[in-house]
């Protein structure tokens, strides 16, 4: 299969693409299939950007997840392909994520909190999504669900303008661990929250990035904030991804760049039987650029620091 599937060669500009990750042209290069049966969606594939942006989702990790045989590319059929045994979904222990929730002095994402937010309301957020500190500095954002069982965690570095360091790629704690064959599975950043009896009868928003989730938190108190974690991280066209959010009411806010992308998954989310809009707060204020809903929240909030 390794002969079979393999990153695309260079054959001129229309061979590089947008990469999902850092929006940069020209710069990312999708796997195909050599044998033309079966075409991967857009977001498989690597970056070339290697140092500054690291995005590499490998064809690998997409057949693992689909749980797709391909027969050797003789006995494939897209429309209907053989499944593999499914390895049950593996969980975090609870105690390694409370051993993590500690050392928030070294922490990159809590200690850039401080230019916007007292102390009392980042506790607020370190609590609400129980957010962890690596060896390293990086911020830990776990993924806990409404059952409360740990399913991720991803570590990032943040810069003191609350922007993500891009040198230092996100990484995986089941990686940091040592655990690669972790049979994991990612669901929404924040979805423990829907289990909180305080939180029934708000209405949940979801944005992309864990930090617009954070942030956004402590200043509309009565939402409920999700991430996705990223446009592909987690499987946001299958309908069990959408189970835990059946009887809400879900307000998407796309980042500025992803408008009608998220109005065409709002369209698909709807027939699973959630009810679902889209808001164009950003589309509007901040059109033809990659803003997301915390840019505009931090940049406000800094207004009013600079004029007290």
């Given at each position: 299969?390794?002969n079979?599937?393999?990153?695309?060669?260079?054959?001129?500009p229309?061979t590089?693409h947008?990469?999902?990750a850092?929006?940069k042209?020209?710069e990312?290069?999708?796997?195909i299939?050599?044998?033309?049966?079966?075409t991967?969606p857009n977001?498989?594939?690597?970056?070339?950007?290697e140092s500054?942006?690291?995005y590499?989702?490998?064809y690998t990790?997409y057949i693992?997840?689909?749980?797709v045989?391909?027969?050797?590319?003789?006995?494939?059929?897209?429309?209907?392909?053989?499944p593999?045994?499914q390895?049950?979904i593996e969980?975090?222990?609870?105690?390694t994520?409370l051993a993590t929730?500690?050392?928030y002095?070294?922490?990159s994402?809590v200690n850039?909190l401080?230019?916007?937010?007292?102390?009392?309301?980042?506790n607020?957020?370190?609590?609400r999504?129980?957010?962890g500190?690596?060896?390293?500095?990086?911020?830990?954002?776990?993924q806990?669900?409404?059952?409360?069982?740990?399913?991720?965690?991803k570590?990032m570095?943040?810069?003191p303008?609350l922007?993500?360091?891009?040198?230092?790629?996100?990484k995986?704690v089941?990686s940091?661990?040592?655990?690669?064959?972790?049979?994991y599975?990612?669901?929404?950043?924040?979805?423990?929250?829907?289990?909180l009896?305080?939180?029934?009868?708000?209405?949940?928003g979801?944005?992309?990035?864990e930090?617009?989730a954070?942030?956004?938190?402590?200043?509309?108190?009565?939402?409920?904030?999700?991430?996705?974690?990223?446009?592909?991280s987690i499987r946001?066209?299958e309908?069990?991804?959408w189970?835990?959010?059946?009887g809400?009411?879900?307000?998407?806010y796309?980042d500025a760049?992803?408008?009608?992308?998220?109005e065409?998954?709002?369209?698909?989310?709807?027939?699973?039987?959630i009810?679902?809009?889209v808001?164009?707060l950003?589309a509007?204020?901040?059109?033809?650029?990659?803003y997301?809903i915390a840019d505009c929240?931090i940049?406000?909030?800094k207004?009013?620091?600079?004029r007290q």
């Amino acid at each position: 299969m390794d002969n079979r599937f393999t990153l695309e060669k260079y054959a001129g500009p229309q061979t590089r693409h947008v990469c999902p990750a850092c929006k940069k042209k020209g710069e990312f290069v999708r796997y195909i299939d050599t044998e033309g049966i079966y075409t991967f969606p857009n977001h498989v594939g690597r970056c070339n950007r290697e140092s500054t942006c690291g995005y590499h989702y490998p064809y690998t990790q997409y057949i693992r997840e689909r749980g797709v045989n391909f027969g050797g590319g003789k006995d494939f059929s897209p429309t209907s392909p053989k499944p593999l045994p499914q390895k049950p979904i593996e969980y975090f222990d609870k105690n390694t994520m409370l051993a993590t929730m500690k050392a928030y002095d070294r922490n990159s994402f809590v200690n850039a909190l401080r230019t916007i937010f007292d102390e009392n309301q980042i506790n607020n957020i370190i609590n609400r999504y129980k957010l962890g500190t690596a060896k390293s500095g990086a911020t830990i954002f776990w993924q806990i669900d409404a059952l409360g069982r740990v399913r991720y965690g991803k570590a990032m570095h943040y810069l003191p303008d609350l922007h993500r360091d891009k040198s230092k790629p996100p990484k995986g704690v089941h990686s940091l661990m040592g655990k690669h064959g972790l049979n994991y599975r990612q669901t929404f950043f924040g979805e423990h929250l829907l289990s909180l009896p305080e939180n029934k009868g708000k209405k949940v928003g979801i944005v992309e990035a864990e930090k617009s989730a954070c942030v956004c938190s402590e200043v509309f108190p009565d939402l409920i904030l999700l991430a996705t974690g990223g446009k592909h991280s987690i499987r946001l066209k299958e309908k069990s991804t959408w189970d835990c959010l059946q009887g809400w009411e879900v307000v998407l806010y796309p980042d500025a760049d992803a408008q009608q992308e998220w109005e065409e998954l709002a369209e698909l989310v709807k027939t699973f039987g959630i009810k679902i809009s889209v808001s164009t707060l950003l589309a509007k204020a901040a059109p033809e650029t990659q803003y997301d809903i915390a840019d505009c929240v931090i940049a406000d909030l800094k207004r009013k620091q600079q004029r007290q």
